[in-house]
C-alpha cells in the first residue's frame, strides 16, 4: 500500500482500504461507515490516490467545517512523506480576504468586488501573488498548519491567501475544501481546478450523516420587508428611478403572499401562482432583467469614490428566483416567521437530495463516510441513491466492546414536559455524583444549549465543584473553541469536566486522542423543538417518501448526534464509560437504532440513589479498577 502512512493496519483497516479501491476502479459508489478513532480518513485517502494515480484522476474532499480541514491537512501531510503527492485546500474567500477584511461581505458580493479591486489593481495583496516563486510559495504551504497560520503567512508576504490557495490548486491530485465553499461559491470560483472535470474526479464526503441538514442550510433563503424598504432606498441612492417604481410593487405582493401562506394555506401552491399571475408574470420577469444589471456591477459612490455592491437589490433578485422555484418545484416550501413582530418569508429546500444527487452523478464515483450512517436503507432512500450503483461496507466494532461500558439510566428524562427545576436538579446530581467517582475527564453532551445552561445553573448553585470547567456556547469563534478544548485536554492527568451540546463543536468533527476524554455523559434525546419548517418537511416526507415521517426528521437524526458524542471516546485504547441519562434510550424504539456495539455494552438502571461506585465495580468486562 504506497500511500498508506502507519507501520501497521488497525482491525479490519486493510480490508476496507481493498474493498474501497475496488469500488472506485469500477466506478462504484461506497457509503462507508466506521466508528471514530478506526481511521476512516486515512483508509479512504490512501486507498483514492492509490487509484487516482492508476486511473489519472482527481480527489475532492468535503468536511463540514474548517476545523476538520485542518485534520485532513495533517492527515494528508502525513501521506506526503511517505509518498508525495500535491494536494491543496480551501477556506472561504470571505474570511481570507485582507484588502476587505474590515468589512462584513457575504461571498457573492466580495466576489464581485474581488474581481473589480484585480481590473483595477487596487489590491496589492493579488498583484503580489503573480510575483510568488515557486521556492517561496512551497515554503508558505510547508508552514501552513491550520487556518490561523496560513493568514498569518500571507501577512508575512503581502499576499491573498485565496490566490495563494488556487494557485497552489492547479496542480493538486487532492482539494480540500468545506461543503458550504463548494456549494455556495460553485458559480463563481471559477478556477481551473482538476475537479473542474467531474467526470474524472473522485468526490469524498466526511461526516455524510448531516448532509442533508448542510444542504437545507444552504439552500433556505428569507426576505422580510424590511428588505424590501432597504432596496429601494439603494436603487434611489443608486439614480435608479424606474427600478425604484417597480420594486414598490413588490409591497403588497410581499404581504399578501404572507398572508395566504400563513393564514389560508402553507400547502397550496396554486393559490400563489394565481396570485402572481395577478401581478402579472411579465412583470416579474421585466423587474428580474433589470436587477439582473446590478448583479456583476461594482457601483462607485460618492463617499471616498469607494466601490459599493448593491447587496439589497441582490437579495431582491435572489427572492425572485426563489419564488419562481417555489411555483415550479415541490421540494421548495415556503413559510412565515414572525420575529419581534416583523413578519419574514422563508423558503426552504426540504428535500435538497434532489439537485445534490444530480450533481453527484456527474462525479467519477463518491465514498460517503460516516461513524453514524443509521439504517442504510433510510440513507440511501433519502439520499436518492442508486442501489445498483452504490456499495455499503460497515466495519465491525468487537473491539469496542472489550473497552466502553454504556451505562442508560432509566430514572429520568428530559421530555419537554418533564423539565422543572427538580428534573435539572436530579441530572445535575448525576453529573456531580459521575465526576467524583471518576478521577478522568468527562465529556457532557446536552440535547441543547437550554437544558446545558439550566443544568449548569442548578450544578453550580448545589456543588462546590473545584475540578477544571469548560462549557460550549452558541457564538464562540473558531479560536475561542480551539482554546477551549486544548485547555480541557491539557488537563486528562487530573480529570477536567466539559459542558457541550450533541451536534456542536465539540461533539463531531473534535478528536480526544487517548485520555484526553475517558468518559462521556449523554444528557437527553436532542429532538428537533416543533417547528413550522420541521411539519413541512415531515409532511412532504409522507406525501413522497411513505416512511415514517417521526423516524426519518426527528429520532433517527437525535440518535445520530447522541451516538457522534458517544464517539468522543472511541479512540482510547483504555477503558471508557458512557452515561445515557435518559430513559428513552431504553426504549425499544430507540433502543433497536443503536449501533449493535452500543446494545451490546448496555447495562439499563436506575441511577437515582444506586451507589455508583458499586455499580461501576460490578460491572463487566470493564470496573472502576480499570480507569
Same mark, same amino acid.
Given at each position: 500500500?504506497? @500511500? ?15 474493498? $474501497? ?47 476538520? $480541514? ?28 485582507? /484588502? *476587505? ?18 481590473? &483595477? ?10 510575483? =510568488? ?22 501577512? $508575512? @508576504?503581502? #499576499? ?6 488556487? %494557485? ?19 458559480? /463563481? ?33 428569507? $426576505? ?22 417597480? =420594486? ?7 404581504? %399578501? ?12 401552491? +396554486? ?12 412583470? #416579474? ?28 437589490? #441582490? ?16 421540494? #421548495? =416550501? ?24 444530480? =450533481? ?32 455499503? @461496507? ?35 446530581? %448525576?453529573? *456531580? ?21 439550566? &443544568? ?34 491539557? *488537563? ?25 476524554? %475517558? ?24 406525501? &413522497? ?27 482510547? &485504547?483504555?477503558? +471508557? ?51
Amino acid at each position: 500500500m504506497s @500511500y498508506f502512512p502507519y507501520q501497521y493496519y488497525r482491525e479490519g483497516q486493510l480490508e476496507s482500504i481493498e474493498f $474501497i479501491k475496488s469500488c472506485l476502479a469500477n466506478k462504484q459508489n461506497l457509503i462507508f461507515e466506521a466508528t471514530s478513532g478506526f481511521g476512516k480518513t486515512v483508509s479512504v485517502l490512501s486507498a483514492s490516490l492509490e487509484i487516482a494515480e492508476k486511473l489519472n484522476l482527481s480527489i475532492l474532499y468535503l468536511c463540514r467545517t474548517k476545523r476538520e $480541514i485542518e485534520h485532513i491537512i495533517c492527515e494528508a501531510k502525513k501521506i506526503q512523506k511517505r509518498k508525495y503527492f500535491p494536494f491543496s485546500f480551501l477556506f472561504p474567500k470571505n474570511e481570507l480576504c485582507l /484588502f *476587505y477584511q474590515t468589512n462584513n461581505f457575504d461571498s457573492f458580493s466580495l466576489n464581485i468586488l474581488c474581481k473589480y479591486a484585480s481590473i &483595477t489593481n487596487l489590491c496589492y495583496y493579488k498583484s503580489n501573488c503573480y510575483f =510568488l516563486d515557486q521556492q517561496t510559495l512551497s515554503k508558505v504551504i510547508f508552514n501552513t498548519e491550520n487556518f490561523e497560520s496560513l493568514l498569518s503567512q500571507a501577512k $508575512i @508576504y503581502r #499576499i491573498c491567501p485565496y490566490e495563494l490557495l488556487k %494557485r497552489l490548486s492547479f496542480s493538486s491530485k487532492l482539494s480540500i475544501m468545506t461543503y458550504n465553499s463548494f456549494l455556495q461559491d460553485l458559480p /463563481f470560483l471559477n478556477l481551473n481546478l482538476p475537479l473542474q472535470d467531474y467526470s474524472k474526479t473522485i468526490v469524498i464526503l466526511d461526516e455524510s450523516h448531516n448532509l442533508l441538514d448542510i444542504l437545507s442550510e444552504i439552500y433556505t433563503f428569507k $426576505i422580510k420587508e424590511k428588505d424590501i424598504e432597504q432596496s429601494i432606498s439603494e436603487a434611489q441612492r443608486l439614480g435608479l428611478h424606474k427600478l425604484v417604481e417597480w =420594486l414598490s410593487l413588490l409591497y403588497p405582493l410581499f404581504n %399578501r403572499i404572507c398572508f395566504i401562506v400563513d393564514k389560508i394555506s402553507a400547502h397550496d401552491k +396554486s393559490l400563489i401562482k394565481n396570485e402572481l399571475k395577478s401581478f402579472n408574470l411579465d412583470q #416579474i420577469n421585466d423587474l428580474q432583467s433589470m436587477l439582473s444589471n446590478c448583479l456583476g456591477t461594482v457601483f462607485i459612490t460618492s463617499h471616498k469614490n469607494l466601490p459599493y455592491v448593491a447587496k439589497n437589490l #441582490i437579495k431582491i433578485y435572489t427572492f425572485l428566483n426563489y419564488l419562481l422555484l417555489y411555483i415550479n418545484y415541490p421540494n #421548495i =416550501l415556503l413559510y412565515v416567521d414572525i420575529n419581534y413582530k416583523e413578519k419574514m418569508l422563508v423558503f426552504t429546500n426540504v428535500d435538497p437530495s434532489i439537485e445534490f444527487s444530480f =450533481l453527484l452523478n456527474k462525479f467519477w464515483s463518491f465514498i460517503m463516510m460516516s461513524a453514524t450512517i443509521g439504517s442504510p436503507k433510510i440513507y440511501s432512500t433519502i439520499l436518492k441513491l442508486d442501489p445498483t450503483k452504490t456499495k455499503y @461496507y460497515s466495519i465491525d466494532s468487537q473491539n469496542l466492546i472489550k473497552k466502553i461500558q454504556v451505562i442508560i439510566d432509566t430514572g429520568l428524562t428530559t421530555k419537554y414536559k418533564e423539565r422543572t427545576v427538580d428534573l435539572f436538579k436530579k441530572i445535575a446530581g %448525576r453529573i *456531580y455524583n459521575i465526576c467524583t467517582v471518576l478521577p478522568v475527564n468527562v465529556g457532557v453532551f446536552f440535547s441543547s444549549y437550554k437544558v446545558l445552561k439550566e &443544568t449548569e445553573k442548578a450544578f453550580f448553585t448545589a456543588y462546590d465543584f473545584k475540578r477544571p470547567f469548560f462549557k460550549e456556547s452558541s457564538n464562540m469563534t473558531l479560536q475561542e473553541a480551539d482554546k477551549i478544548c486544548s485547555s480541557f485536554k491539557s *488537563y486528562k492527568s487530573e480529570g477536567a469536566l466539559l459542558f457541550a451540546v450533541q451536534g456542536g463543536r465539540f461533539s463531531e468533527g473534535e478528536n480526544f486522542q487517548e485520555g484526553e476524554m %475517558r468518559s462521556v455523559i449523554v444528557v437527553g434525546l436532542s429532538l428537533p423543538p416543533p417547528t413550522k419548517q420541521l411539519f413541512l418537511k415531515m409532511s412532504y416526507i409522507k406525501r &413522497t417518501f411513505s416512511q415514517n415521517a417521526f423516524l426519518i426528521s426527528m429520532l433517527e437524526p437525535a440518535i445520530k448526534k447522541a451516538v457522534q458524542s458517544i464517539g468522543r471516546v472511541t479512540r482510547n &485504547t483504555s477503558p +471508557s464509560l458512557v452515561f445515557l441519562l435518559d430513559s428513552r434510550f431504553a426504549s425499544k424504539s430507540v433502543f433497536e437504532l443503536l449501533p449493535e456495539w452500543i446494545q451490546k455494552n448496555a447495562t439499563c438502571t436506575n441511577l437515582n440513589g444506586n451507589n455508583l461506585e458499586k455499580l461501576l465495580n460490578n460491572l463487566s468486562p470493564i470496573s472502576l479498577q480499570d480507569l
